[in-house]
């Protein structure tokens, strides 16, 4: 059975590499490794719409939309005609990612709404992440309803094209039980054809569980060896 790595991306910076932020040389240096190698790019709503696969088939994510992917990932993404999808916070849109500020971590602007309708659709295509970017897990089902309702209506106002798929926050949802069922019974109702958590493996074609679907956390401190390792392979130990 093929296998069909789902990449995910935060923060692009000109130089710096590390953690959640990945230097502008080493994504160039990895999609050119990609296109290299003769990947074929889906975007992650594909993933539910589509049946055949190439044989060597990738999806690339980036979480948050951040100034920051306007301003160096977009660039590198339409060198080597990639695409990618791009998942938004919808209650952060123009704002900074102040989810961020318990941990002390440095804020990054989020796109604004000019920002993002700038964007080539045949490029980057939009999803959900939530509108609060709290841990799904840690709400209740009237909480979840409530950051759908918000989601809605900020897709309303804005009139941005985004597809009904979402990449958990933190990659955190009710993984167990009658949680975990009443919650896909949630995206169901609430038109989610697609949920992507991390996991940390290469899923395999056809996906089994359509809000289930693992993405691999690439770090700014991954090597390219490391990479090549990831995008076969999954988070191995050595990481």
């Known amino acids: 059975m093929a296998n069909l790595p789902v990449l995910m991306y935060h923060n692009v910076n000109p130089t710096l590499s590390a953690a959640l932020t990945i230097s502008c040389d080493k994504l160039d240096e990895q999609l050119a490794y990609l296109c290299k190698k003769k990947y074929t790019f889906y975007f992650a709503s594909e993933l539910v719409e589509k049946t055949d696969f190439a044989n060597k088939s990738i999806v690339i994510t980036f979480d948050d939309v951040t100034q920051n992917q306007l301003l160096y990932a977009l660039p590198i993404l339409k060198k080597y005609n990639v695409k990618a999808t791009f998942f938004i916070p919808f209650g ?21 709404v000019e920002q993002l309708k700038s964007i080539d659709s045949g490029l980057v295509e939009f999803g959900h992440h939530s ?9 209740s089902k009237e909480e979840i309803l409530y950051d759908f309702k918000n989601s809605y209506e900020a897709i309303k106002q804005s009139q941005l094209k985004v597809f009904p798929i979402l990449a958990y926050p933190y990659g955190d949802f009710p993984k167990k039980g009658i949680k975990k069922e009443d919650f896909f019974d949630l995206l169901e109702k609430n038109g989610i054809k697609a949920g992507f958590r991390i996991g940390n493996r290469v899923n395999k074609l056809l996906i089994k569980s359509k809000y289930e679907i693992q993405r691999i956390d690439i770090k700014g401190e991954d090597s ?8 076969r ?3 191995l130990r050595l990481f």
């Open 224 to 231: 390219l060896l490391a990479f090549k390792l990831k995008i």
């Open 92 to 112: 952060y849109i123009g704002k900074t990612d102040l989810w961020n500020k318990k941990n002390g971590a440095s804020q990054e602007k989020i796109m604004t």
């Open 233 to 235: 392979f999954g988070k």
């Open 131 to 139: 509108f609060n970017h709290n841990r799904y897990s840690q709400l």
